[in-house]
């Protein structure tokens, strides 16, 4: 076969087209894998999809006009509406200020959007609440440097004489002169703010100074870890995106560090927020209040966070790769007994097989160790003492998937192995009695009668 100049080029040209093609199947796949991820991650949490899942993926999910109706709603008032025992909500379906009191006045989470908004609505619905100039506004944390975060700050500053918090990055040229917060640092810094004590963790990604936060407040009496995002939406810049990527990440860390259980989101659309105000003012705040998440909860929203992320920037950079977050949860199994207790792993891709979950009682040093099985169970038969149990899988890593850690508590009753029982398996001391005095009597009559 003779090979002539043209048919060369139709033959490389051929095979540059196939590899191209191979290369973006791969890439596509890739962006897909993350995008499918999230999805998988949500579990069966329906409010999670139709909200958090929907809205942080909308880009890769080519659903950006639900973001774009999402800010048509900024007209629409939400009154002010108690979410905690010391904090309250109010702004719009768009975006939201909170308003936290505390012993000697008031801390604020962002400022609204403009002057004309926090005059007309925020500084009433502070003198509402005990506004003097006794209990004055504090001072004032600011998510991000936008308009419709900061636009009420050099108002806040010239009437209330309240100063802005705000990140480094996003400080210049701010005519309100916020005191900053180091964007530069990535790690969590505790922050008095009004009194209040914030732990606050530069997010880079939605602005260079967007900044993240946690802060105890009280529900119904009790202490609730809250998490406050700096920034929901992505922009298309590849640097930008990777920011936001490893600041999710570094959420997710700081949130299961601290604990935290619940969430004030400051575009209550994003994640469902608007959707638990509308139900407190329809049927008054629940025990715990609807804002109150759990932990496991917040987890797996930042986890479908980060493979939303993911999922974008590996598609913008075809060139990016990154493993799999997996979303894993750990159920006791059954009811625990000194000699077995089993729990069980589950997540998204039903592979939980040979993963090693540890059982521990508080308040002792006895441990026990067991593989999960096909099934994802895990079963321990060595002697435990009866307490609070613990089983915790403490999460695996390699090149194609990150299992993030689980854990589930149960109780062990005391000595429900063995020994004398009625029913339930359990001693019981008058059973015991019993059968003493029992055989009291029997050894009495049968030495009578060899007497």
């Known amino acids: ?20 093609m191979g290369h973006a199947a791969a890439q596509t796949s890739q962006a897909e894998t993350h995008r499918d991820a999230a999805t998988r991650n ?3 949490d329906t409010f999670m999809m139709q909200n958090a899942r929907a809205f942080y993926c909308n880009l890769t999910d080519d659903n950006n006009a639900i973001v774009i109706a999402a800010r048509a709603t900024n007209s629409i008032r939400v ?23 505390t012993a000697d006045g008031f801390v604020m989470v962002d400022s609204g959007n403009n002057a004309t908004e926090v005059q007309t609505y925020d500084y009433p619905a502070l003198q509402s609440l005990g506004l003097s100039a006794t209990f004055p506004l504090k001072e004032v944390f600011l998510t991000h440097g936008h308009g419709d975060h900061d636009g009420g700050a050099q108002w806040l500053l010239d009437n209330l004489k309240a100063r802005s918090w705000l990140g480094s990055a996003d400080a210049a040229g701010k005519s309100y002169q916020p005191k900053t917060i180091a964007s530069t640092n990535l790690a969590p810094q505790q922050i008095s703010i009004g009194g ?3 732990t606050v963790l530069a997010t880079p990604g939605h602005t260079p100074g967007s900044t993240s936060a946690v802060l105890n407040v009280k529900d119904d009496g009790k202490d609730v ?43 209550i659309y994003w994640d469902g927020t608007a959707l638990k105000v509308d139900e407190m003012i329809a049927k008054g705040r629940s025990k715990p209040s609807q804002f109150v998440y759990g932990e496991q909860t917040v987890l797996r929203q930042l986890a479908v966070a980060r493979e939303c992320s993911a999922s974008w920037l590996t598609r913008l950079d075809t060139t990016k790769s990154f493993a799999t977050w997996r979303f894993n949860t750990l159920e006791i199994v059954g009811t625990p007994a000194n000699d077995k207790v089993t729990a069980k792993l589950s997540n998204g891709w039903n592979q939980v097989s040979g993963q090693a979950i540890k059982f521990t009682v508080e308040g ?27 089983a915790e899988f403490s999460g695996t890593t390699n090149a194609q998937f990150v299992d993030l850690p689980a854990t589930a508590q149960g109780d062990v009753p005391e000595d429900s192995g063995g ?11 008058m059973l015991m009695g019993l059968a003493l005095l029992a055989a009291f009597g029997l050894v009495r009559r049968r030495w009578s009668r060899v007497r």
């Open 1 to 20: 076969m003779v090979l002539n100049r043209n048919t060369l080029w139709r033959l490389a040209a051929t095979t540059l087209a196939a590899a191209a």
């Open 42 to 44: 949500v579990g069966s």
């Open 79 to 101: 009154p002010l509406t108690q979410v905690f025992d010391d904090v309250w909500i109010i702004g719009s379906r768009y975006v939201a200020q909170y308003l936290i009191k």
């Open 196 to 198: 209040k004590m914030f």
């Open 225 to 267: 870890r809250v998490l406050i995002n700096g920034g929901q939406s992505m922009t298309n810049a590849v640097p930008e995106v990777a920011q936001y990527l490893d600041s999710i990440e570094r959420t997710y860390a700081m949130a299961k560090s601290l604990k935290v259980n619940a969430v004030m989101t400051p575009h």
């Open 364 to 390: 002792s040093s006895a441990s026990c160790t067991a593989t999960t099985n096909s099934a994802g169970e895990a079963t321990c038969t060595s002697g435990l003492p009866g307490g609070k149990l613990n």
């Open 419 to 429: 020994g004398c029982t009625i029913g339930n398996g359990r001693f019981d001391p």
